[in-house]
């Protein structure tokens, strides 16, 4: 999981819960989704 929602205590076991996928989010997922950005657009760049 990334973003600003899964930053909500207990995010990922709702949706491990709700969905029966084993769920992680990382120690800062809210800075997985700009670098996944910026990662895109440098690829495109190239």
Known sequence: MVGGTCCLSGMETIIEQK????????SNPLF???LGIALNC???AM
């Open 19 to 26: 969905t029966g996928i084993a769920t992680y989010k990382p």
């Open 42 to 44: 440098t690829q495109e």
């Open 32 to 34: 997985v989704t700009p």
